[in-house]
């Protein structure tokens, strides 16, 4: 898939990744100054000023369109995640979490924070947190992807607070056809693709269009298919060694590798006043038992690798009336189908089970126990009653109240299915008003609707309903005990959908004051104009999602909201040079924006950049961008939806007995008796919150600065380097504060009820049952606030050099060596989750509260040989070592690991043009299948050839970052393109 162009950019530029770098300027002989040619106009990403050179003050990343093709690349994704620059977001092996989309990270500050152009305009979203799927984008039109680093909402306005990543399509003559093919070496995750795209010139070249269409199809990969991902590894098992027999769907013979604390059999759990040791009473296996180790292992059946079905069909189109009218238009349409799995449903909480109903379903001494458990809540309500304290919830007598907790095996794994329908469609003109001045206007409108199917969730109604005799009594008592009848009486199928657009109206003029020149250079140059945008989306949950009936997967209120923005902006570049030939060239840009919420308001932001060529030889580059983003509308506006986070209760620690916490606790509504007694307090690793929008959230604000040096040394022909220093700061971040960081502010650090930190145990009444545990019906609520401070610093480095051999493998006469790296040192990348707690610098960590690893060192290398039709590269990816960011947990305790360390990965692709129309594509990824490592039988972990590492609590899913680190291991493709 190696186009004469494409040869001609390795040859020429010696740039896959490399920064958009012209030839010095030099003087001119005549000082008039002639207008520019269409043709030979730049608009470069991070300015609206059309040029004749693309130098720019601020630093511009290039990935070629060789890099998708050398890589064996179909998603966007996979290229784009390798950059320095990204810490990956959602991907292709992100199942939970994960919703089946792609999504770009830039310099770890969040997806909503970097913004996605196509052609240097927006992008369509697909949710309510306005967020782009890179699914949606034809990699194989792609002709680069261009990364700014550092707020541009000078240039682009909001979202544009980590930097810009424009993707540029190419125009296609003739055409194209082509197909790719994948497996990895397990011989699983086929993935195959083929596309076609019919493009031509017409009128004389005074129109041109292109259509084209692509399918793609991944099957799924499960994390049972890979050892190192078959046991779900954490803390539960409280150091003790993996035991690895039998089933884990034999009660009698569980694993001991953790996954949740909801275990095959069903467990009663002891509520205030029904003390037996703390003991948790295991119905299934007829007896009391420790909880340690023995919990359910639900990895084998979530998915590795997600499975996609994707269809896209677009065109577009430009035609040339006069100099001053060329009409265009875009359209684009997505079909994205993406599954998620999960194990079956672990049904958790307090219910009441009536004794009778319930009787023919348990043996003679379970009956007697759970008699045993009736008596003595009765006698403890009785003293309830008589202290002055209501009753516990629904325990009558022949009713018990407990809190249950049981894997519904019986209903099979949760499923969710993503279908998401986008179309896009753009119309505009742009000419030239005088041989100075051009415009450009458009209209596009984006709609995006997404349909969600979920199977295999538990309806609490109807479990709850059968087990206190209203409804036919289910068997939860044994394994497998529920027939299919009872299955159907208690699952229930749930659906959702998200329906999002977005409207853009922009207009802009842009060109040069004439003849006016200053020293010789070229002209001032300008942009000015005026955009309108408007962003709506809505969430709309079933009745079941809504009321939180469904056990499964997270309830969700509905959500609808939407905003505008008018915005006047405007850009300025001066050049300045001598006759010696020393360049200086300022540039400045603002923008005005007026926002419909009325918090926001209008803002202004600002940016100016100089450049500094004393020499050909050398050129100092900085820059200083004022940036915003607005909230989006989930931020503003998401209905109350529950979740499950992993957390620790301060009130169940050994400490909670005294001091302030004590006071805290005891305040909060945890009886005394109960202060430190886990077991009770906490029964389950995962406890119920709410999670909603906040209306009066403000904008984030973000300074950034930039500056650098380019060397392109006359001594070394071919040879670029670039060094450029970053510093990203953005203040009054949007956060919701995670349930364990809500829990240490309050309870740790600040101590008082009184401070807004404490608002989510404090403020919205009891959030809990008798027995002191986090009430299911009454939970804490979370939602953003203006109050967190990100900040990112480092340095991007990037080398080419390109050089003719002067000889040929293959009798060509000559061939070509291109050797490209890009890196990057991240000096800090911290985060303050309020003025008043501590900072958290995540660089070079990992862990629960940095979450993905940032690498202190990241880099991608390639060395490319062009020998006539043959083409053959090789690629080093690498990542530095990273530290668990928790100093108070060793997880080499818990079968996990403390360090992850430094990860290397080679590729290795060779193509041939068989005929001058046809390229045949071929390349291994992952050549010495390097994977994380893998548990023994023996309960020790051990390394074996390869040099990853397994986690334990400190994972993000399949006990490593599978977004980070490659899962698949040692991975095939083959690839072949026609042109004509």
């Not at 590795?304 to 060329?326: F, H, K, M, S």
């Not at 018990?400 to 179309?423: I, K, P, W, Y």
């Not at 409108?445 to 295999?456: F, H």
């Not at 430094?902 to 005929?915: E, G, P």
């Amino acid at each position: 898939m190696f186009t004469p162009k494409t040869k001609a950019a390795l040859l020429a530029s010696s740039v896959i990744y490399g920064s958009l770098i012209a030839a010095p300027a030099m003087a001119q002989a005549d000082p008039s100054i002639e207008p520019a040619a269409a043709e030979d106009r730049i608009v470069v990403t991070g300015s609206r000023i059309e040029r004749r050179n693309t130098e720019t003050a601020a630093p511009v990343a290039v990935v070629d369109d060789a890099e998708f093709e050398l890589s064996g690349t179909v998603n966007v994704e996979n290229v784009v995640n390798q950059l320095p620059q990204v810490v990956p977001g959602l991907t292709s092996a992100s199942n939970n979490p994960g919703n089946g989309t792609a999504t770009l990270n830039l310099r770890g500050l969040g997806a909503a924070r970097s913004l996605v152009l196509v052609n240097g305009r927006r992008w369509m979203f697909f949710d309510t947190s306005q967020l782009v799927d890179l699914n949606t984008i034809p990699s194989f039109l792609i002709d680069s992807v261009d990364v700014v680093t550092g707020g541009a909402s000078a240039v682009y306005g909001s979202d544009a607070l980590a930097g810009v990543v424009n993707f540029r399509l190419r125009h296609v003559d003739g055409i194209e056809a082509g197909g790719q093919y994948s497996i990895t070496d397990r011989g699983d995750g086929d993935r195959y693709e083929i596309h076609g795209a019919i493009g031509t010139d017409f009128s004389d070249g005074r129109g041109r269009a292109t259509v084209f269409g692509e399918y793609y199809n991944r099957d799924s990969i499960f994390q049972g298919d890979r050892e190192f991902s078959n046991f779900a590894l954490g803390g539960e098992t409280f150091g003790e060694p993996l035991q690895q027999f039998g089933s884990s769907t034999l009660p009698a013979l569980r694993f001991n590798a953790p996954g949740s604390t909801a275990v095959n059999g069903t467990t009663f759990l002891l509520g205030s006043g029904l003390t037996i040791d703390d003991a948790i009473f295991d119905v299934g296996n007829g007896a009391a038992r420790a909880r340690a180790g023995d919990t359910y292992n639900y990895a084998p059946v979530n998915y590795l690798q997600i499975p996609q079905e994707r269809y896209l069909l677009g065109g577009y189109a430009e035609y040339e009336i006069t100099d001053w009218a060329v009409p265009y238009a875009e359209v684009a349409f997505v079909n994205n189908r993406v599954a998620t799995e999960l194990a079956a449903t672990p049904v958790t909480g307090t219910f009441n089970v009536n004794l009778a109903a319930v009787q023919p379903f348990v043996s003679t001494a379970v009956f007697q126990q759970l008699q045993t458990l009736d008596a003595r809540e009765t006698a403890a309500n009785a003293a309830r009653i008589a202290a002055g304290l209501s009753p516990l919830n629904g325990a009558a007598p022949g009713v018990v109240s407990a809190s249950l907790q049981r894997r519904v095996l019986e209903t099979g794994s949760r499923n969710s299915l993503d279908e998401r329908n986008a179309f896009r469609v753009l119309a505009g003109m742009r000419g030239d008003i005088t041989d100075y001045l051009q415009y450009d206007a458009y209209y596009t409108y984006n709609r995006t609707r997404n349909a969600n199917i979920q199977a295999g969730n538990i309806s609490r109604s109807a479990f709850q309903n059968g087990l206190n005799g209203t409804a036919p009594t289910i068997n939860i008592f044994e394994e497998g005990g529920l027939t299919q009848d009872m299955v159907d009486q208690i699952s229930i199928l749930a659906q959702n959908s998200d329906i999002s657009t977005l409207e853009v109206a922009s207009a802009a003029i842009s060109g040069t004051l004439g003849d006016f020149a200053l020293g010789a250079a070229e002209p001032v140059g300008f942009a000015l104009g005026g955009e309108y945008r408007r962003v709506a989306s809505q969430f709309i949950p079933d009745t079941a999602l809504a009321s939180g009936d469904v056990i499964g997967f997270n309830a969700g209120d509905p959500t609808e909201g939407s905003y505008n923005v008018k915005e006047v902006f405007a850009e300025i570049n001066v050049p300045f040079e001598t006759e010696s030939g020393m360049r200086i060239e300022l540039s400045g840009a603002g923008r005005y924006s007026d926002y419909s919420l009325e918090q926001i308001g209008g803002v202004w932001t600002y940016a100016g950049g100089v450049e500094f060529q004393p020499i050909p030889d050398v050129t100092f580059r900085g820059q200083y961008q004022h940036a915003i983003r607005a909230p989006n509308v989930a931020e503003l506006f998401q209905g109350t939806a529950i979740g499950f986070p992993g957390a620790t209760d301060p009130c169940g620690r050994p400490d909670a007995t005294s001091g302030t916490l004590r006071d805290l606790c005891l305040a909060n509504g945890v009886p005394a008796a109960n202060l430190g007694r886990a077991a009770i307090i906490q029964p389950n690793t995962q406890i119920p919150a709410l999670f909603g929008g906040n209306p009066n959230l403000q904008e984030e604000t973000s300074d950034s600065y930039t500056f650098g040096v380019v060397l392109q040394p006359q001594a070394i022909p071919g040879l670029t380097v670039t060094a450029d220093y970053f510093n990203i700061k953005i203040e009054d971040a949007i956060t919701t504060i995670s349930l364990q960081q809500s829990f240490d502010l309050c309870f740790d650090q600040f101590q008082d009820r009184a401070n807004p930190l404490c608002d989510p145990f404090f403020a919205f009444g009891n959030i809990r049952n008798a027995e002191g545990a986090i009430d299911v019906d009454a939970t804490p609520v979370l939602g953003g606030q203006n109050i967190a401070e990100f900040v990112v610093s480092g340095v991007d480095l990037q080398v080419n050099y390109g050089m003719d051999l002067g000889f040929s493998l293959l009798g060509n006469g000559s061939s070509d060596l291109n050797l490209n790296f890009l890196g990057t040192w991240t000096e800090e990348s911290s985060f303050l989750a309020t003025p008043d707690s501590d900072l958290l610098d995540c660089a070079g960590i990992f862990g629960a509260s940095c979450g993905q690893p940032t690498p202190t060192f990241k880099w991608t290398a390639r060395a490319t040989l062009i020998d006539g039709p043959l083409t053959f590269s090789t690629r080093w990816r690498h990542l530095s070592a990273v530290d668990d960011d928790d100093a108070t947990v060793d997880y080499g305790d818990f079968n996990g690991s403390e360090r992850i360390p430094a990860y290397d990965l080679i590729d290795l692709t060779a193509a041939f043009d068989i005929r001058e129309n046809v390229t045949l594509t071929a390349g291994v990824n992952n050549v010495f299948d390097t994977l994380p490592m893998t548990p023994t039988f023996d309960g020790i972990i051990v390394s074996n050839t390869n040099n990853g590492t397994l986690l334990g609590d400190n994972q993000e899913q399949a006990n490593t970052y599978p977004s980070v680190y490659d899962t698949l291991g040692r991975d095939f493709f083959v690839s072949v393109d026609f042109r004509f």
